[in-house]
């Protein structure tokens, strides 16, 4: 029998469309099919300048597209931006796992969760909010810094945040993890060996679950992740509930990261430089473009035109929640890329579907989807 | 008298029939007038206004979440946006069982026929609220992949604009419906199907 | 001794003797990109795969770029990774300009699969030998490859009120329409 996991279904991760074959309730076949979100965003950067192309993909996603142009130019950050990018890309990191985890046990019937997670999730986005004007995608990191500075009051409000939230995730696990429901459910369920893991192109907690220390921010550090102390957690088996795990324990680990990348901001100041001066590329600061000539000439280039990079290519990854999220530019001189093609985790760890779940049960491949953790926007960009 | 009505009211809810013919001939003026019950008119307003109340605050959304804007409707749902103040205590899967479609994110060419199908799988009455900019105009994305605008293929009761809407704007466009349902005219029994002349 | 990207090279130059590799020059290529040819790019990622001091295990990711008014047309781009020496490498091949093919990888890597099945579906190079080359992100009966430099972008031109020549005016009753005053429990 042929089944159809439309594109629209009750479990919330977007419009992906799943055939299976069925024997019963054993799955014989799975063929995820996708497209249904299908944005255009690779052609459509081609026609942007790179300041441009952010907006388009935050909708997709946060980090990575400025750390790839910040290759591209060979320019890098200054240390106090780095620290506070880190400190808002590993507070995105858990709400991120926020959605994941409620999302997933709403799945598996574990309604609760779902509005606990949503619960912390507030207060990451009235962060964002106070920093930027908007909750999700807030565009605030661009080409050699920050849009702007960050406001008084936001290192108070994160720190209030990371004190309370190992008293949250012990609340998810004290609700879950020694559940016999969800040890049922999870246990066993969906396994995936490392071997698998590593031919089928998974990153992230998909490959960490399996056994496999991989992780970009040891191992191909950026933005300063080498000066930070935390430990990634592994799994051993490989099945969902040692996703479950991992994720469980990254989001311990990015408490730890923040507190260390709040107090580093405080030891650079509370206000200080947001930009890099290196006006070729980075828009100069307000006060200098009223009262200098080259600062803005600059900007009224930059503004208008974009900046113009060097003839060449550059590929940066980041290590997203979901995995290993990069982007490559081919650069022909121009304010606008000449090719943007993103690598995205998601798109990847889907692949691994069918390996998960052929010969298992149908209730199976919504664990198994949930515990892959992912984001339509990424695989159909 | 049927335009101007069309004008005065252009809240008119989906499946409102169309007024019917003026009556050539004496008797069946007064067979029109009997039909529409001048005994009965107080009670059919009321009927009509509780009608109304009980689909505008019962209302049961197809959480068409696609993309970004499905995070914020999922936040509705959380403790902070409470949705189920409004009636929204579900979020129906099938669209048999909603009534009201709330499209939320950028339609593609390839899922566009899909939200057709799920709007015409939906009993009447329902409603469409098109969240977010790229389900009313296509959005940030205007290239070869996006739908620009959802009110291409669907008609729209309430646009909330927003990239993406905070939860707040979701509950305001909710709101106004739930005005515009109040003030629509309800038909309350089966269409009335347009009867040949001089059949009882 | 740490792996390098020059000693990558070498390696692959040592063990394909015949075969015209051509590292990619530039002012600003930030990885160390290789150039082979399209027909032994099965042979080329088999021996980076196997090799025990190479061991590029996993793919990384697979791309087309279409560099129009330059021939070759087509550039397919292969990122490797090597987990146990923490290494990047790029591979590139240049198919031909009409009726591109190259070899498929996917015996290779397996999670190659998708991403040709992508470079297909963007650019319309053929994958010889994938067990199941149809589009994937864009509907399947969609005519034409993207993202290819002389496909349009599809935009459409957006109507505002001083382009749109006949259109209708809003009634003037909506403008007579108030919202309702709704009392809050708070109020």
């Known amino acids: 029998m042929t089944l159809n996991m439309g594109p629209q279904h009750p479990s919330t991760h977007g419009v992906l469309r799943i055939a299976l074959e069925l024997d019963g309730e054993t799955v014989l076949r799975a063929k995820p099919i996708i497209g249904y979100l299908h944005t255009g965003m690779e052609k459509q950067a081609e026609y942007k300048t790179y300041t441009q192309s952010i907006p388009q993909t935050d909708r997709m996603d946060y980090l990575a597209p400025m750390l790839a142009a910040e290759k591209l130019l060979a320019i890098e950050a200054p240390l106090r931006v780095q620290a506070i990018r880190v400190m808002l890309v590993e507070l995105t990191r858990i709400s991120s796992h926020c959605v994941w985890l409620g999302t997933h046990a709403l799945d598996i019937g574990a309604m609760t969760v779902f509005f606990y997670c949503f619960r912390e999730r507030e207060k990451v986005l009235s962060i964002y909010d106070q920093v930027s004007g908007q909750r999700m995608m807030s565009s605030y990191i661009r080409v050699g810094g920050l849009v702007m500075d960050i406001p008084d009051g936001l290192l108070d409000r994160c720190q209030k945040f990371v004190d309370e939230m190992p008293a949250h995730i012990d609340e998810y696990e004290k609700l879950l993890t020694k559940n016999p429901i969800w040890l049922a459910r999870t246990q066993g369920v969906a396994p995936l060996t490392a071997a698998q893991a590593i031919a089928m192109g998974a990153t992230g907690p998909t490959l960490r679950g399996s056994g496999v220390d991989w992780d970009l921010r040891k191992k191909q550090p950026y933005s300063g992740y080498d000066s930070y102390e935390f430990e990634v957690p592994r799994g051993t088996n490989g099945d969902a509930f040692d996703r479950y795990q991992v994720r469980i324990q990254e989001m311990r680990q990015s408490v730890r990261i923040a507190h260390q990348a709040i107090a580093r901001v405080r030891s650079f100041g509370e206000r200080g430089e947001y930009r890099l001066r290196d006006f070729k590329y980075v828009l100069p600061p307000k006060e200098e473009v009223k009262t200098s000539m080259e600062a803005l000439i600059h900007h009224f280039k930059i503004v208008a035109h974009g900046f113009f990079p060097p003839v060449g290519e550059a590929y940066q990854a980041v290590e997203a929640p979901k995995g290993e999220l990069g982007f490559y530019f081919v650069s022909d001189g121009t304010p606008r890329p000449w090719r943007m093609k993103v690598r995205s985790p998601s798109f990847i760890n889907l692949q691994s579907l069918p390996t998960m779940v052929e010969g298992r049960m149908v209730a199976d491949v919504i664990t198994a989807i949930g515990s892959l953790d992912i984001v339509l926007g990424e695989i159909d960009r | ?200 | 001794m740490a792996l390098t990207p020059e000693r990558v090279e070498e390696r692959l130059r040592a063990a394909f003797p015949g075969m015209s590799i051509k590292r990619q020059e530039g002012p600003a290529v930030r990885d160390h990109t290789v150039h082979v040819p399209a027909e032994k790019i099965v042979e080329v990622c088999t021996f980076l795969r196997d090799d025990p001091e190479l061991q590029f295990v996993m793919l990384s990711w697979v791309g087309g770029v279409d560099l129009m008014p330059r021939t070759p047309r087509f550039e397919v781009v292969y990122s490797l990774l090597s987990i146990p020496n923490n290494l990047r490498f790029t591979l590139k091949v240049a198919p031909n300009d009409e009726n591109p093919r190259v070899p498929t990888v996917c015996g290779v890597w397996p999670t190659a699969n998708w991403h040709e099945r992508e470079t297909y579906d963007f650019y319309g190079i053929e994958f010889v030998g994938h067990p199941d080359l149809t589009r994937i992100l864009l509907p399947d009966q969609w005519v034409g490859w993207p993202l290819r430099k002389d496909s349009p972008l599809g935009y459409q031109e957006v109507s505002f009120t001083h382009n749109t020549p006949n259109r209708i005016k809003p009634s003037p009753s909506l403008t007579r329409l108030k919202p309702k005053k709704v009392k809050y429990r708070a109020q």
């Open chain 2, 1 to 200: 008298m049927a335009d101007d009505e069309r004008v005065d009211n252009p809240f008119r809810v989906l499946g409102q029939p169309a007024p019917p013919a003026a009556p050539s001939d004496e008797p069946e003026a007064i067979r029109d007038e009997v039909e529409k019950g001048i005994l009965f008119t107080t009670v059919e307003n009321m009927a009509g206004w509780a009608v109304n109340q009980a689909r505008a605050n019962a209302i049961w959304p197809l959480g068409f979440g696609l993309a970004c804007c499905a995070i914020e409707m999922m936040a509705i749902l959380g403790p902070r946006f409470d949705v189920s103040r409004f009636g929204a205590e579900v979020m129906r899967s099938s669209p048999r069982q909603a009534d009201l479609m709330i499209v939320a994110g950028r339609v593609s060419l390839k899922m566009a026929p899909v939200l057709r199908q799920l709007y015409d799988q939906m009993p009447d009455p329902k409603w469409v609220i098109s969240m977010g900019a790229c389900a009313s105009c296509g959005g940030v994305f205007n290239n070869y992949a996006i739908l620009q605008g959802v009110d291409k293929i669907v008609p729209v009761d309430v646009y909330v604009p927003g990239c993406p809407p905070r939860p707040e704007s979701l509950l305001h466009g909710i709101m106004k419906l739930q005005e515009k349902i109040l003030l629509s005219k309800p038909e309350l029994g089966p269409i009335p199907r347009p009867r040949k002349r001089g059949v009882a």
